[in-house]
Nanobody, 120 residues
Framework: QVQVVESGGGLVQAGGSLRLSCAAS????????MGWYRQAPGKQRELVAS???????TYADSVKGRFTISRDNAKNTVYLQMTSLKAEDTAVYYC??????????????WGQGTQVNVSS
């Protein structure tokens, strides 16, 4: 019973910036991992960036130096600050959260996705 909702997508010019938000809610006891993934039409879903409860971050090589993932643990929210956007960043961006419910059961929940379109 954990819901994940993304927001902040939209249309942006190449070279511009966009900030995505992902909020997890519901019967959450703890979250140990949150990540941003993206999927372009006809392509596999890929990891963009992730962050653990300890603050360890991971980035895809294609976004290193351009994107920054951050978190607000009190709000069960993770952000993705996207800068120097390129046309190839165009995709549906999905948020994934993993942790334990208040019933101490493991959960892994995906959001519905938010569209990011980068024009050149």
């Amino acid at each position: 019973q954990v819901q994940v909702v993304e927001s902040g997508g939209g249309l942006v010019q190449a070279g511009g910036s966009l900030r995505l938000s992902c909020a997890a809610s519901g019967s959450i006891f703890s979250i140990n991992y949150m990540g941003w993934y993206r999927q372009a039409p006809g392509k596999q879903r890929e990891l963009v960036a992730s962050i653990t409860n300890g603050g360890t971050t991971t980035y895809a090589d294609s976004v290193k130096g351009r994107f920054t993932i951050s978190r607000d643990n009190a709000k069960n929210t993770v952000y993705l600050q996207m800068t120097s956007l390129k046309a190839e960043d165009t995709a549906v961006y999905y948020c994934y959260a993993r942790g334990a419910t208040m019933q101490r059961r493991d959960f892994g929940s995906w959001g519905q996705g938010t569209q990011v379109n980068v024009s050149s």
